[in-house]
């Protein structure tokens, strides 16, 4: 599976002064330390970068986090992303993700209001996901023999 980061700290007080804003540290963090997570975007704030992934809310859209949160466990893109770069205010930020959401500045505003058209093109990367990782845990890796059924 490509993207894919683990939950690495169990707090946010000792995360770089560039993830400090509006009292983010004090922040619940409904993550699971040592859980997998699957990206479904990689944006660039206030100096850094930050993963949108499914928390453990439970709420349905993804949430963004800041990097330093996780470890990475496979940094490879997903070959269908596609590199966007939005206006916010006076600045760009950049944004990785599926098509839909790296072409539609949009698209995060959209999701979370729950847009069909938005929603649907999310569901179908979270499909995707899902049968990308039940395929590598199938899939032994090239050269290696599939251990008989």
Not at 10 to 36: K, M, Q, V
Not at 105 to 131: M, N, S
Not at 132 to 145: I, K, L, N, T, W
């Amino acid at each position: 599976m490509s993207m894919v980061v683990r939950c690495a700290v169990s707090t946010l007080r000792d995360l770089p002064d560039a993830f400090a804003y509006e009292g983010y540290r004090e922040r619940f963090l409904p993550l699971t330390l040592g859980r997998e997570y699957p990206v479904y975007a990689v944006t660039s704030f206030k100096g850094g970068l930050w993963y949108y992934i499914l928390d453990d809310d439970g709420l349905g859209e993804p949430i963004w986090y800041p990097s330093p949160i996780f470890e990475i466990v496979d940094g490879r893109v997903p070959d269908h992303w596609r590199l966007g770069q939005h206006a916010v205010g006076d600045a760009f930020r950049a944004i990785l993700s599926f098509p839909e959401w790296s072409e539609d500045p949009h698209f995060y505003e959209r999701l979370y209001d729950g847009d069909q058209i938005a929603v649907e093109a999310f569901r179908r990367e979270v499909e995707r996901r899902c049968v990308e990782q039940a395929s590598d845990r199938h899939d032994p890796g090239p050269g290696v023999e599939p251990s008989p059924a």
